[in-house]
C-alpha cells in the first residue's frame, strides 16, 4: 500500500487477522490524528483476535505506539 501523504495510518500486529493473516496489517488511513487514535484505542481493546500491538504512522513515522491491558515484558 502506498503511503498518502497527510493520512494517517492505524497499523495492527495480531498473532492471526480476520482474513488469517499474520503480523503488522493496515486497518485505516485517515485524514485526522484523533480519528485515528480512536480506532487504535478500539483495536488495542477487541477480544476477538489477539493483539499484541497498535501503532500510528503518518508517512512512515511512528506517530503513536498502544499495547493492550495486562502485564509486558
Not at 495492527?12 to 488511513?29: F, I, K, N, Q
Amino acid at each position: 500500500m502506498s503511503e498518502v501523504e497527510g493520512l494517517y495510518e492505524v497499523a495492527v500486529l495480531a498473532t492471526e487477522h480476520e482474513d488469517g493473516t499474520r503480523g503488522w496489517a493496515t486497518v485505516c488511513s485517515l485524514p485526522v490524528r484523533q480519528a485515528a487514535e480512536l480506532i487504535a484505542k478500539a483495536y488495542v481493546l477487541r477480544v476477538d483476535i489477539e493483539v499484541q500491538a497498535v501503532q500510528i504512522r503518518r508517512m512512515g513515522v511512528l506517530v503513536a505506539d498502544y499495547l493492550p491491558p495486562g502485564p509486558h515484558w
